[in-house]
């Protein structure tokens, strides 16, 4: 299996940059977030990856060589915008889409056979697109990205409009992919499925990269300043803690709360405070912020230094 390589790339866009000297690296055996707002310059730089827009500036490579026709073919990419053909049976369009990629008929009916089956699926081969809901038509586009055994898979926001149920087996299929020494590249902007899938992270704000590494590397470089805490009894003295500016809580429930810690609030206090107030404690662990928590300071902080560097350049 082989590297992706992203080499200082840049896009603009009629003047607009929406890509800013972008660079990073996607491993075999791993699985790769690629995350951002809305806006970021996510899809812009996927679209490079998959060689349909060209990078200004920069370049991408895939198993040392720039991506071109060639590397498209070892590919699989599922766009966050859908792209099936609606009057189509099932079983017709998975094959055809097999077929561009070069896998013969008889192999392409045995692979549509089994994904079908994986996925519960085996009366849509006769259907057309446009009788499927949403989220069967998100399963039948995911198998389409599975049939040719790609090297290098690229996920655009895979689990829109999936169920529980079939987010879970779209996720183990994920990690089985992992598991057989992949490429995976996955971007979104779902926080909770990023830590539960990834094992690097880039975060992309305003066409820059602002954040990237090992998710665990990650979270311990904004230290271990999340509390959990699980109690029996009374709660009201979580709303005198954050009404002090002691804790912000984030995630609350009827006998769980994780709470960051504000203004040099010792972590003992909380527990302090836990102790005084509950009838029992069950659980106290002092742990790194969650990904979601990380996400919202580090772009709401490159937010604002964009505008300082804005207005720094107004008054030059």
């Given at each position: 299996m082989a590297?992706l390589?992203?080499?200082?790339?840049t896009?603009?866009?009629?003047g607009?940059t929406?890509v800013d000297?972008v660079s990073?690296?996607a491993?075999?055996?791993?699985i790769l977030g690629l995350l951002?707002?809305?806006?970021a310059?996510?899809t812009?730089?996927?679209?490079?990856i998959t060689h349909i827009?060209?990078?200004?500036?920069?370049?991408?490579?895939?198993?040392?060589?720039r991506v071109g026709p060639?590397?498209?073919?070892?590919m699989?990419?599922l766009p966050e915008?859908?792209?099936?053909?609606?009057?189509l049976k099932?079983?017709?369009?998975?094959r055809y889409?097999?077929?561009?990629k070069?896998v013969?008929r008889?192999?392409?009916?045995?692979?549509?056979t089994?994904?079908?089956?994986?996925?519960e699926?085996t009366?849509?081969?006769d259907?057309k697109?446009d009788?499927?809901?949403?989220g069967?038509q998100q399963?039948?586009?995911?198998?389409?990205?599975?049939l040719?055994?790609?090297s290098l898979?690229?996920?655009d926001?895979p689990f829109?409009?999936l169920d529980p149920?079939?987010a879970?087996?779209?996720?183990d299929?994920?990690?089985?992919?992992r598991?057989?020494g992949v490429?995976?590249l996955?971007?979104?902007?779902?926080?909770?499925?990023?830590?539960?899938?990834c094992?690097?992270?880039?975060l992309?704000s305003?066409?820059?990269?602002?954040?990237?590494?090992?998710l665990?590397?990650?979270?311990?470089?904004?230290?271990?300043?999340?509390v959990?805490?699980?109690?029996?009894?009374?709660d009201?003295?979580l709303?005198?803690?954050?009404?002090?500016?002691?804790?912000?809580i984030h995630?609350?429930?009827t006998?769980?709360?994780?709470?960051?810690?504000?203004n040099?609030?010792?972590?003992?206090?909380?527990?302090e405070?836990?102790?005084q107030h509950?009838?029992?404690?069950y659980?106290?662990?002092?742990?790194a912020?969650?990904?979601?928590e990380?996400f919202?300071d580090?772009?709401?902080?490159?937010?604002?230094?964009?505008?300082a560097?804005?207005?720094s350049r107004?008054r030059d």
């Amino acid at each position: 299996m082989a590297d992706l390589s992203v080499e200082h790339v840049t896009k603009r866009y009629n003047g607009a940059t929406a890509v800013d000297d972008v660079s990073f690296e996607a491993r075999p055996g791993r699985i790769l977030g690629l995350l951002g707002p809305n806006g970021a310059g996510k899809t812009s730089t996927i679209r490079m990856i998959t060689h349909i827009i060209m990078p200004d500036a920069g370049r991408v490579t895939y198993d040392g060589a720039r991506v071109g026709p060639t590397s498209q073919q070892r590919m699989g990419y599922l766009p966050e915008e859908r792209g099936l053909y609606k009057k189509l049976k099932v079983g017709e369009q998975l094959r055809y889409l097999a077929e561009l990629k070069g896998v013969d008929r008889h192999t392409a009916d045995e692979k549509i056979t089994h994904w079908l089956r994986r996925f519960e699926a085996t009366g849509w081969a006769d259907k057309k697109t446009d009788e499927l809901s949403k989220g069967m038509q998100q399963k039948v586009q995911f198998i389409a990205t599975l049939l040719h055994d790609p090297s290098l898979y690229i996920f655009d926001e895979p689990f829109s409009g999936l169920d529980p149920l079939n987010a879970q087996l779209l996720r183990d299929i994920i990690l089985e992919l992992r598991a057989d020494g992949v490429t995976i590249l996955f971007a979104s902007h779902r926080m909770e499925r990023v830590e539960q899938l990834c094992d690097d992270i880039c975060l992309m704000s305003q066409g820059r990269l602002v954040l990237e590494g090992p998710l665990q590397d990650v979270k311990s470089r904004f230290g271990r300043d999340t509390v959990v805490l699980e109690f029996e009894g009374d709660d009201a003295f979580l709303d005198r803690l954050e009404k002090e500016g002691r804790v912000s809580i984030h995630n609350r429930s009827t006998r769980r709360a994780e709470m960051r810690l504000q203004n040099g609030t010792p972590a003992r206090r909380v527990l302090e405070d836990a102790m005084q107030h509950t009838s029992e404690i069950y659980h106290f662990e002092q742990v790194a912020p969650p990904l979601n928590e990380i996400f919202i300071d580090v772009v709401s902080e490159e937010q604002g230094a964009d505008v300082a560097r804005r207005s720094s350049r107004e008054r030059d």
